[in-house]
């Protein structure tokens, strides 16, 4: 089912939030408009989602403005520990670096819900609609991960190259809603050629290590077992996680490029499988979520 008054609810009052906590006439010249018909390309926010224990990012922001989901009317609030729940509105450092040189506004989505809690694809899709309807045309999606990929280590980072929905949902079941999109969107490129040779680029200047590989979706919460585990592997898949396809599918539906990128918090290999806690799975997203915010806030000026 599509919620389009609903997500226009929550953005709405996420823009009532923001323009309250900062007024409209603090937003520099350029800079954009909180509107998704109104914001050229570069003076669009970027939407950026940090998933488990990534929240780093977010404290980075300057003329931060935070807005918890519980203030959103029908937003759903996760229930999953490492998951901060709120709206951070802000804009990252310019280029220059200096503090008045305006950098790149961001709307980021600190946490996030997933179908293993019991929460429809809607519910998980909200806070991508909402960042567009707050007119994001471009999509940062991030999450932990085991890598599948037997030449990963665990606390890298993996820009996706393509994705595998094998959650056995899609957020765009049932009427279409055209104003986000067309009925058959295309999935050619899910993930956008052009920002991941951006992330490349920039993470090799930063002597960075940046895996290439496809992010296989499952619904969860039980971890793999070693057969699945192999059969996701030579499905091709280099890491799997529970979170971020079907986002991914809304963000295409609505035209946002989108570039994924996964901490690689655990390795998943079928024939000496190992228990991966959670514990384990936010100590080691802690430290590779610092590197994963350096190379994001090092992209943002150049997006
Ligand atoms: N499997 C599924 N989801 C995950 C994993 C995993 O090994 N690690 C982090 N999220």
Known sequence: MQNFQDVQRAATALREAIEAAQGPSALPLGACRLDANASADADAPIGIVLGTGLSYL?????????????????????????????????????????????????????????????????????????????????????????????QFDAGG??????????????????????????????????????????????????????ERGVYIGVHGPEMETPAETRMYRQWGADAVGMSTVLEIIAARHMGMRVLGLSCLTNKNLPDCMTPAPLEEILAVAAVAGKNLGRLIRAMVTKL
């Not at 079941?173 to 951006?198: I, K, S, V």
């Open 58 to 150: 977010a404290d980075k922001l300057q003329d931060r403005v935070v807005v918890p989901y519980a203030d959103l009317p029908g937003f759903p609030v996760s229930s999953v520990e490492g998951h901060a729940g709120a709206f951070v509105w802000g804009r990252f450092p310019g280029a220059c670096g200096e503090d008045d040189c305006i950098g790149r506004y961001a709307i980021i989505q600190q946490g996030r819900c997933h179908l293993y809690e019991g929460r429809s694809p809607a519910e998980v899709c909200m806070g991508v609609r909402v960042m567009a309807a707050l007119g994001a045309k471009k999509l940062i999606i991030t999450n932990a991960a085991g890598g599948l990929n037997p």
């Open 157 to 210: 980072i993996m820009c996706m190259t393509d994705v595998i929905n094998h959650t056995g949902h899609s957020p765009l079941t049932g009427f279409n809603c055209e104003e986000w999109g067309p009925r058959f969107p295309d999935m050619c490129a899910p993930l956008d050629p052009e920002l991941r040779a951006l992330a490349l680029e920039t993470a090799s200047k930063m002597n960075l290590r940046l």
